[in-house]
């Protein structure tokens, strides 16, 4: 008797689960019809999300704010924050990490998409993956894997093309997290430290074109490269709003500039404050993108204005002249760039030789089909760029490098 009850309660308890599914899926439709009407003709419906390999369990979320989740739950995404943005190696918790950056491009992108009535879904999505792949120690410590990658025969490291292969192909052993193509192409083509007034989406692509644009990107890391949805160009100009004056405040907390230092015609224009930059240009993006609709003939961008882009363009080079380029940002590289030789080193010979002395993985533990594609430096390179500053700067002191300190 005990266990035919357990079992009638049971039996109910799966019927109440499968009827609240329902419910929910019933809720989901109700979400896409409101979509339809909220949103601009020309922005990505949920309902439009492609998926290199469809999912037969049918889940209530909505593709765009599954893409976010399943953004944020990875391992990739936890190491965020412990990742240079600009300035590292610095005892001030104010001063900016990855983690913060991305949110910040995800907050400011979605206000533009609000108003420009596009999906903030994606927007989301996009943002908080856009620079996943960045190696320890920012775009410094990418220039210095991308070298010993071509000295080792492999494609040069780029951080937009590893935050693609983190969520495509790495994470989950290799299985990746199945992320729809308007995302993975936001994140590839977000490219926001190239400098346009103006982008305009390109459209109509599908997985076997993105795969083309990711190995032409591989071969050429100058290639201009658009994305498809106007979301994506949204987070690509959202990328330089969230940095500009955000780098301009941490220089002036470290005592690198001063804010009298900016140039003139930008803080006249633009503000002399990160909320004033922010607020600006923010604004004339939302005031002077078009989105087009459906009877519209004009090809649509998201973009600026004349004088503020080139006042925009006016503060990236002071930005890279006074703060990029100070000799207290650059100190610690030499350090810095011979524990990345040191390390690589190290575990190229670690995994030519197959040794089993060294207590870490190197991405063996990875599907049957990664470790059949991957030469030695390839793992190397993915086992590295998935690396943490301070776990990095562990690594390299364990094998005996000199390591700089916190100032």
């Known amino acids: ?31 896409h019809q409101l979509e339809e009407s909220r949103l601009s003709f020309s922005a990505s ?18 593709a765009f704010a599954l893409d976010a989740d399943r953004i944020i739950h990875s391992r990739a995404y936890t190491r965020y924050i412990d990742k240079t943005q600009v300035f590292c190696l610095v005892s001030n918790d104010h001063i900016t990490h990855r983690v913060l950056h991305v949110q910040l491009v995800s907050r400011i992108a979605r206000t533009i998409g609000r108003f420009l009535q596009l999906n903030e879904d994606l927007i989301e999505a996009i943002a908080l993956g856009h620079d996943i792949g960045h190696a320890p120690f920012g775009h ?14 492999t494609p040069p490291f780029q951080h937009n093309i590893q935050s693609v292969r983190f969520l495509d192909h790495l994470e989950r052993k290799g299985k990746g997290w199945n992320l729809s193509l308007q995302t993975l192409d936001g994140i590839l083509c977000h490219d926001g430290e190239v400098h346009a007034n103006r982008i305009s989406p390109n459209p109509n692509k599908d997985f076997t074109v993105h795969d083309l644009e990711l190995s032409e990107k591989q071969n050429n890391a100058t290639a201009k490269l658009a994305p498809m949805t106007y979301e994506g160009c949204v987070v690509r100009m959202a990328d330089t ?20 230092d900016t140039p003139a015609s930008c803080r006249e224009l633009l503000g002399s404050s990160n909320g004033e930059i922010v607020y600006t240009l923010v604004t004339d993006l939302i005031g002077n993108s078009l989105i087009p609709d459906k009877d519209d003939t004009e090809t649509g961008h998201i973009g600026f204005s004349e004088p503020i882009a080139e006042q925009l363009e006016i503060l990236k080079t002071f930005n890279y002249t006074n703060i990029y380029l100070h000799p207290k940002t650059k100190e610690n590289l030499p350090l810095i760039k011979n524990c990345y030789q040191s390390l690589f080193a190290h575990y190229l010979l670690h995994l030519q030789n197959n040794s089993a002395t060294q207590a870490i993985d190197l991405m063996t533990d990875m599907n049957s089909k990664y470790l059949a594609s991957h030469p ?13 500053d301070d776990f990095f700067l562990k690594q390299a002191s364990a094998i005996g490098c000199k390591v700089p300190k916190k100032r």
């Open 376 to 388: 030695p430096a390839a793992m190397v390179c993915d086992y590295i760029a998935g690396m943490t």
């Open 140 to 153: 410094d410590g990418e220039k210095f894997l991308a070298e010993l990658c071509l000295q080792n025969n």
């Open 45 to 62: 419906g949920s309902t439009e999300a492609l998926r290199r390999k469809e999912e037969s369990q049918p889940g209530y979320r909505q």
């Open 241 to 260: 709003v969230a940095y500009i004056g955000r780098d301009i405040e941490d220089a002036i907390l470290l005592g690198l500039i001063k804010r009298e």
């Open 1 to 31: 008797m005990f266990f035919f009850v357990k079992s009638l309660l049971n039996f109910t308890d799966k019927m109440q689960a499968a009827r609240s599914h329902t419910n929910l899926l019933s809720i989901l439709d109700h979400l």
